[in-house]
C-alpha cells in the first residue's frame, strides 16, 4: 500500500447521519494511508458510530488502562497498600522517555504514584514495577473474571522493546520499516505486533471497559473513581483532544504509541452531561516516526463523532 491507498475497513456501524460520520472518517484515514478501528458511543444512549470494531489491535501503552484497574481494585480491596514503597533501578527497569524509564538513578515510589506516572506520562518503568507486583497472567485472569470481552493482557511493556530490538539488532528504523511492511503482509517479524501474541484490544472492547468504568459497574467503585481521576491527569492531548478543547469539555483518556501504532482511548464529557466512550486504534502505512497529521486525524475524527453523538 501506498499513501492514499490503506486499506478500508468492513463493519461500518451507525445508523443514519451517524453511519455518514463514521464513512467520513474512514475516507480521512484511508486518503492519509492509515488503517485501524474507531467507535464512539454515548455511555448513557448506547448511540454509537464506528468500524472496524471487532479487530483486535495491538495496545501498546493502552494497555495500561486495564492494569491499572486491576492494580485499584486490589487497592479497594486492602490486598494492595497504594503506600507501598517500590525501588525502581534504571539499570535493570523497562526502556521509555518518559517518567522513572527515563531516570538515571534508582528511585523508590510508593504504589499509587507508579500509577498516577504510568497513566499521566505513560511511564513503561512504572508499569512494569506494577507487572512485577501482579503478574501478567493474574492481570489477564482477573478481566476475564470481570468478563471484560475482547481485551488480553499478554506481556510485559518492555517486552515490546525487546522483540523489536531483538528483530532489528536494536535499529530502531529498520524496526519501523519492518512494522510497516508486516502490516501489508500479515507475518509479523516482531512478536508484540502481531495479534495472536500480543498485548490486544478492539475498539468494541476497550469502548465496553470505558463504559463500565464510568458506570462503577467494573471492580470496586473506589477502584473506578481513582482511574477516571488518574486518566484526567494525562498530559498528552494531540490525539482526542486536540480538537476537543473547550471550557465545558472533559477528556480522561490513554494514548498508545509503538513504532507505527498511535492510538487513543477515552471518555469526552460535556457540562451538558453527554458522555462519548471512544477507542482509536491506528497504523500508519508509512515510515515516520513523527506523524502530526495522524494525530490531528484522530483528534478530528472524535469531534466530528461527539458532535453528531451530542446532537
Same mark, same amino acid.
Given at each position: ?56 489491535v ?13 492494580m ?15 525501588t525502581v ?22 504504589v ?7 497513566l ?9 514495577a ?31 522493546y525487546?522483540? /523489536?530490538?531483538?528483530? @532489528? ?6 524496526? !519501523? #520499516?519492518?512494522?510497516? &511492511? %508486516? $502490516?501489508?503482509? *500479515? ?10 501474541? /500480543?498485548?490486544?484490544? @478492539?475498539a ?5 471497559? !470505558? #463504559?463500565?468504568?464510568? &458506570? %462503577? $459497574?467494573?471492580? *470496586?467503585?473506589?477502584?473506578?473513581a ?6 484526567g491527569?494525562?498530559?498528552?492531548t ?5 480538537? !476537543? ?19 487513543e482511548?477515552g ?5 451538558s ?12 502505512d ?26
Open positions: 500500500m501506498t499513501e492514499g491507498t490503506a486499506h478500508r475497513p468492513e463493519g461500518i456501524c451507525g445508523e443514519g447521519h451517524l453511519r455518514e460520520v463514521a464513512e467520513g472518517i474512514v475516507g480521512d484515514w484511508t486518503a492519509l494511508g492509515v488503517s485501524g478501528a474507531f467507535l464512539a458511543r454515548d455511555i448513557d444512549t448506547g448511540e454509537q458510530l464506528g468500524f472496524a470494531i471487532e479487530e483486535p495491538p495496545l501498546a501503552s493502552v494497555v495500561k488502562v486495564p492494569l491499572a484497574l486491576v485499584l481494585d486490589l487497592i479497594a480491596n486492602g490486598d494492595l497498600d497504594a503506600a507501598r514503597p517500590v533501578d534504571p539499570a535493570t527497569s523497562s526502556v521509555g522517555p518518559t517518567g522513572i524509564a527515563a531516570f538515571r538513578h534508582p528511585a523508590t515510589v510508593a499509587g504514584d507508579l500509577l498516577l506516572l504510568m499521566s506520562v505513560s511511564d513503561n518503568a512504572a508499569a512494569d506494577l507487572f512485577d507486583l501482579v503478574p501478567v497472567a493474574d492481570v489477564d485472569a482477573r478481566l476475564r473474571a470481570w468478563d471484560c470481552a475482547g481485551i488480553h493482557v499478554r506481556h510485559r511493556l518492555n517486552h515490546m525487546e522483540c /523489536a530490538a531483538g528483530a @532489528t539488532g536494536n535499529d530502531f528504523s529498520l524496526a !519501523l #520499516e519492518l512494522a510497516v &511492511r %508486516d $502490516e501489508r503482509t *500479515q507475518h509479523h517479524t516482531i512478536r508484540t505486533l502481531d495479534p495472536a501474541h /500480543a498485548n490486544t484490544g @478492539t468494541s472492547g476497550l469502548v465496553a471497559l !470505558l #463504559e463500565r468504568v464510568w &458506570r %462503577d $459497574e467494573v471492580a *470496586q467503585p473506589r477502584a473506578t481513582e482511574l477516571r481521576r488518574l486518566m491527569h494525562q498530559v498528552f494531540q490525539r482526542l483532544a486536540s480538537e !476537543l478543547r473547550t471550557d465545558s469539555l472533559r477528556l480522561s483518556g490513554k494514548t498508545g504509541t509503538f513504532l507505527h501504532l498511535r492510538h482511548i471518555v469526552v464529557e460535556a457540562d452531561g453527554t458522555r462519548v466512550a471512544m477507542a482509536a486504534l491506528t497504523r500508519a508509512r515510515r515516520a516516526a513523527q506523524a502530526p497529521d495522524i494525530d490531528l486525524a484522530i483528534g478530528i475524527a472524535a469531534r466530528q463523532a461527539f458532535e453528531a453523538l451530542r446532537t
